[in-house]
């Protein structure tokens, strides 16, 4: 028995699917970039961990990995409009290819923040990998080059989405039907 309970969760996209979706995207970037160039894909904490992860298996290049802390939303599902650097990035992106890796793009505030201060460190590029879209919920447009997938105006959990602070571990993506955490 897992520890969730599945009567609570609607799943979204299961472990196969998510997997080949994410295969696809790898291959469109390796096809992009070039192994001369220097390359990192920059993971935003902590939603984006399992799909960093993955991603960065399936992209045949020499990549650097980092991590950027943000945090725009606290406990609550309502985006408050303000983020917050929790971690900087450990290395220099000064004339590197970045590629951003979110979990999910929802109202775009946090990623047009994002955008506007890897711009000031002078990267050779930035492009955007994130594996899910709420466009029923953009204030800002974001031009993400790598999606996963677009999604309706569902909060989501699991695959490095939480919800209270739990549930990143789940293997899939699902909506909780429940009231509480589906635990
Ligand atoms: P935005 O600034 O685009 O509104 O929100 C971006 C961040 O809000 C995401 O990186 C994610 O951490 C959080 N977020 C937005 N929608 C969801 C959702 O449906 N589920 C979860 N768990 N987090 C979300």
Known sequence: MPFYNTDK???LFD??????????LGEQITADYSADEPLV?????????????????????PVEIDFLGLSSYGDSEQSSGVVRVTQDLSRSIEGKHVIVVEDIVDTGLT???????????????????SLLHKPARTKVDIPIDYLGFEIPDRFVIGYGLDSQNKLRNLPFIGVNVGDGLPI
């Open 111 to 129: 990623m047009a923040y994002l955008l506007e201060n890897l711009a000031t460190r002078n990267p050779a590029s930035v492009k955007i990998a």
């Open 15 to 24: 472990e196969e699917t998510l997997s080949q979706r994410i295969r696809q």
């Open 41 to 61: 894909m920059v993971g935003v904490l902590k939603g984006s961990f399992l799909f960093l992860a993955d991603l960065c298996r399936a992209v045949d290049l």
């Open 9 to 11: 969760i609607d799943v």
